[in-house]
């Protein structure tokens, strides 16, 4: 099992119009994850999602610290750190 944290740059996200900043931050997480980990398959937890999506659409956070675990069936679980 292979655990790593991570501080996420979600800048990049807000390009392109405000209305959809949270939406394309996800969007960015998993492409992040991908590029890191090489996942056969990605889960995102509901806190991550919460946390992400707490302010609103327009105002997502800047940077995400997480926790993210990969088991040896190359599922990667991403989590929140606390």
Avoid: C
Wanted: glycine share 4%.
């Amino acid at each position: 099992m292979d655990e790593r944290v991570y501080t996420i740059p979600l800048s990049k996200a807000r390009k392109g119009p405000r209305t959809k900043w949270a939406k394309k931050a996800i969007r960015y997480l998993r492409e992040y994850m991908q590029r890191h980990f090489k996942p056969e398959y990605l889960v995102i937890s509901q806190e991550v999602n919460e946390k992400i999506w707490e302010r609103g659409i327009q105002k997502p956070p800047r940077k995400l610290k997480v926790r993210a675990t990969k088991n040896s069936d190359g599922l990667v679980v991403v989590y929140l750190v606390k």
